[in-house]
């Protein structure tokens, strides 16, 4: 079992920064890709980013391409979302997830996600 814990949400100005971090607890991290998801108002919760169990691989979906990235440190269970350049759109609740990074992973994909935290909250004015 795995419990994910988001933070580094904010209020940030149109064209600023944020660091998402999401800490995770239990065992076995490193068996798990983790992924990026956001919600806003109205709208179903959709694919950000993703990274593979060792960090080799990441994923992105194509509106955050060249402004957000992934990235993870095993020895500190944790994973991050640096994002940069931020839009009024990228406003949304971001959500940390794990699945296990074994046969089958997909890592767009949301249904595949077995643990997740309770969200952060992204603010971004124009």
């Known amino acids: 079992q795995v419990q994910l814990v988001e933070s580094g949400g904010g209020l940030v100005q149109a064209g600023g920064s944020l660091r998402l971090s999401c800490a995770a607890s239990?065992?076995?991290?490193?068996?798990?890709?983790m992924g990026w998801f956001r919600q806003a108002p109205g709208k179903e919760r959709e694919f950000v980013s993703a990274?593979?169990?060792?960090?080799?691989?990441?994923y992105y979906e194509d509106s955050v391409k060249g402004r957000f990235t992934i990235s993870r440190d095993n020895a500190k269970n944790t994973v991050y979302l640096q994002m940069n350049s931020l839009k009024p759109e990228d406003t949304a609740v971001y959500y940390c997830?794990?699945?296990?990074?074994?046969?089958?992973?997909?890592?767009?994909?949301?249904?595949?996600?077995?643990?997740w935290g309770q969200g952060t909250q992204v603010t971004v004015s124009s």
């Open positions: 997830a794990a699945q296990y990074d074994g046969s089958g992973v997909s890592y767009g994909s949301l249904s595949r996600y077995i643990y």
């Open positions: 990274i593979n169990w060792s960090g080799g691989n990441t």
């Open positions: 239990g065992r076995a991290f490193s068996s798990y890709a």
